[in-house]
């Protein structure tokens, strides 16, 4: 998700009553919850043109597990400096550090867990295992979560500052209606992969539903079966079932000439490591192989580009140089 998105997560959370817990404890929620992005800074990316990161600092070891209590010794260092420095701080909160570690890991999961909703996928376990996780039930923006979020915490924050009891509550409401809503759209995923399943188009080996943005109950659909491509759209609200599913599309995967490509290209098969619905297309000269790699779920023309590499493989023939051993 984006980093709006997680900060006001943390932030709601936080106006829900967990902030008053220690000084700086709104801090280590917000913080909490946009700190695995930090890999971005640090070339985690396997292929740079995609900045593309989602893994260590996304897993549970390291963005949940190892990176909050830094984030709260940093605090707490901080709160420290300002102690020294005579600073006065409006909330009158004490500092409890064990709190703020507490806060620290609370901001911290919801991270990998709101960016496991979407299509682009994490690596929950990195870096025991490699492998994505998605689960496909909300757009990387999504504007009803950004105008939910908003007005819950501006309506706890007047509240607060009016001395009113419950002040908390209107945050409290929005995680759970966050929460339900995640869920809600996780029904409709499952139904949408249910309908392709159902299809008479071969047993899915992988299965993507990405909702488009603001219409979150449709799911735009890309699925792979034999070593064939398909899109397809799906809409609970216009009778359900697969619509407007396309031609098969062959993934070339399988191709001489593809293979041959990802054992010459290092930069290429970092992007397949990234990529979890591969595809190429070939176009063969004479004596060589223009190859372009894609991933099918970006496969719109508005998109495609971002989300492509070229590589040249030499195919020999008469007249042209011998290609190189793998």
């Known amino acids: 998700m984006d980093n709006l998105t997680h900060s006001l997560v943390g932030w709601a959370i936080g ?3 967990l902030k008053r ?4 404890g709104l801090a280590a929620l917000v913080l909490g919850a946009n700190m695995p992005d930090l890999d971005v800074f640090f070339g985690w990316a396997p292929w740079a043109p995609l900045a593309m990161h989602r893994g260590f600092t996304h897993g549970l070891v390291g963005g949940v597990l190892l990176m909050p209590p830094m984030l709260a010794g940093l605090l707490w260092l901080l709160d420290r400096w300002q102690l020294r420095r005579g600073a006065r701080f409006a909330s009158g909160l004490e500092m409890h550090f064990g709190w703020l570690v507490a806060l620290s890991y609370i901001g911290a999961i919801t991270h990998p867990l709101l960016d496991w909703q979407n299509s682009y996928a994490v690596q929950m376990f990195s870096p025991a295992s490699n492998a994505w996780f998605h689960n496909d039930s909300l757009f990387i923006i ?7 979020l908003a007005f819950a915490i501006w309506l706890s924050r007047r509240r607060e500052r009016r001395g009113a009891a419950h002040w908390g509550r209107p945050a409290a409401a929005a995680v759970v209606a966050l929460v339900c809503y995640i869920g809600f759209n996780s029904a409709i995923t499952a139904r949408a992969k249910a309908a392709v399943r159902s299809a008479p188009y071969g047993a899915p080996e992988r299965i993507f539903a990405t909702p488009p943005p603001v219409l979150f109950w449709r799911r735009d659909l890309t699925w792979r079966s034999q070593g064939v491509i ?3 759209q799906f809409d609970p609200l216009a009778g359900g079932g697969l619509r407007s599913v396309s031609e098969p599309v062959a993934d070339n995967m399988a191709d001489p000439r593809v293979r041959r490509a990802i054992a010459m290209d290092a930069g290429l098969r970092d992007f397949l ?3 979890t619905m591969p595809m190429a297309s070939v176009e063969q000269s004479r004596c060589t192989a223009a190859i372009r790699f894609g991933d099918a779920r970006f496969a719109d023309r508005r998109t495609a580009s971002q989300f492509t590499r070229m590589v040249a493989v030499p195919t020999g023939g008469t007249g042209c140089p011998p290609p190189a051993s793998e």
């Open 21 to 24: 817990r220690s000084r700086k």
């Open 15 to 17: 106006q829900a009553g």
């Open 230 to 232: 398909r899109w397809g």
């Open 142 to 148: 999504d504007v009803w979560i950004w105008s939910g």
């Open 273 to 275: 490591a990234w990529s």
